[in-house]
C-alpha cells in the first residue's frame, strides 16, 4: 500500500518503512512484506541511539574502583514522526488509512497466530543511501494525532510519531562463496507440508514455492515426504515481484 507520490522533488530520495511478516520461529529470518508506508514527506530529524552495557564492581586493589566489565550491546532505538496530508482532496482516505496501517505494527499478524508463533510485524527502515538507519526492527510505539478533519468528518491530516527497536542479530560474516543463500532456517517436514504452504508461511506469497524447491534441488515438488530437512532461504535472498507492495 504507497501513500501520494509527486510531491517529493525529481530526484529525492523518499523515505520509506516496509511491513514484513514476523520470522515463524525464534532466530528466524524476516517473512513476506505486509505492506508499505511510504513518506509523503522526508522526516525533518531522526533520533538514533544506541547504548552499552558495562559493570563495575568494588575492588580493594584500585584506589579509584576497578576496571569496568562490558556486559553487551543494547539493541538501537529510532524515533521518527511521520507527517501525512490529504488536504488537497477532502474526499480521500488515505491518510486514515495510512494510520491504521502504523498502528497495525502493534498488532499481532494473523500469520503468525496461524504459524503457533503470535508476534507483530517487523519492519524496515530506509532513506536512500542513509544505510545506518537501513536494519530490521519492531514498532514499540505509535502515536497519531489528528490536526485536520474533512466537513464529512473523514482525517485529511495527521502526524504519527513512531518508536522503533532494532532486532538482535548475530554479528555478521564474511561468506567465502559468492551468491551463496543466506539460508537462516532449517525446516523438518511434517504430514500436510506442501511448498506451497512453506512459502506463503515464510514469504506471505503461495507462488514463490520454486525458491524453495530450488534452495532443495526439488525436481517434484507434490513428492514432499515428512521428515525431510529443508533450507528455508532469507528474504534477502529472493528477487522481489515486480509491482510487490
Known amino acids: ?29 524476516i517473512g513476506g512484506r505486509i505492506g508499505e508506508v ?24 584500585h584506589d579509584r574502583g576497578a576496571p ?14 511521520v507527517f501525512l496530508d490529504r488536504s488537497d482532496d477532502p474526499s480521500s482516505n488515505d491518510v486514515q488509512q495510512m494510520v491504521e496501517l502504523l498502528l497495525s505494527c502493534c498488532e499481532v499478524t494473523q500469520q503468525s497466530i496461524a504459524a503457533k508463533a503470535p508476534s507483530p510485524p517487523w519492519v524496515k527502515f530506509s532513506w536512500g543511501s542513509f544505510s545506518t538507519v537501513q536494519m530490521v526492527m519492531y514498532v514499540t510505539s505509535v502515536s497519531a494525532t489528528y490536526t485536520l478533519f474533512s466537513p ?18 548475530e554479528t555478521k560474516k564474511q561468506n567465502p562463496t559468492s551468491g551463496t543463500l543466506d539460508a ?29 524447491a530450488e534452495a532443495n534441488d526439488i525436481d517434484d515438488p507434490l513428492r514432499l515426504r515428512p521428515g525431510t530437512e529443508l533450507l528455508l532461504p532469507s528474504t534477502t535472498d529472493i528477487e522481489p515481484r515486480e509491482g510487490a507492495a
Not at 531522526?46 to 580493594?60: I, N
Request: proline share 5%; charged share 20%; net charge positive.
Open 152 to 169: 464529512s468528518g473523514i482525517p485529511i491530516r495527521a502526524t504519527c510519531s513512531l518508536s522503533l527497536t532494532e532486532v538482535a542479530s
Open 68 to 81: 569496568p566489565k562490558f556486559t553487551g550491546s543494547d539493541p538501537a532505538q529510532l524515533q521518527l514522526d
Open 1 to 29: 500500500m504507497a501513500f501520494l507520490g509527486g510531491l517529493a522533488a525529481s530526484g529525492l530520495s523518499r523515505a520509506s518503512l516496509a511491513i514484513h511478516q514476523p520470522p515463524t520461529d525464534l532466530g528466524g529470518s
Open 184 to 212: 537462516r532456517r532449517v525446516h523438518r517436514t511434517v504430514s500436510g507440508d506442501s511448498l506451497a504452504s512453506l512459502a506463503w508461511r515464510e514469504y506471505g506469497d503461495a507462488t514463490r514455492w520454486r525458491v524453495i
Open 38 to 61: 511510504k513518506f509523503q514527506f522526508n522526516p525533518d530529524q531522526l533520533q538514533l541511539s544506541r547504548s552499552a552495557s558495562w559493570v563495575t564492581e568494588h575492588a580493594v586493589a
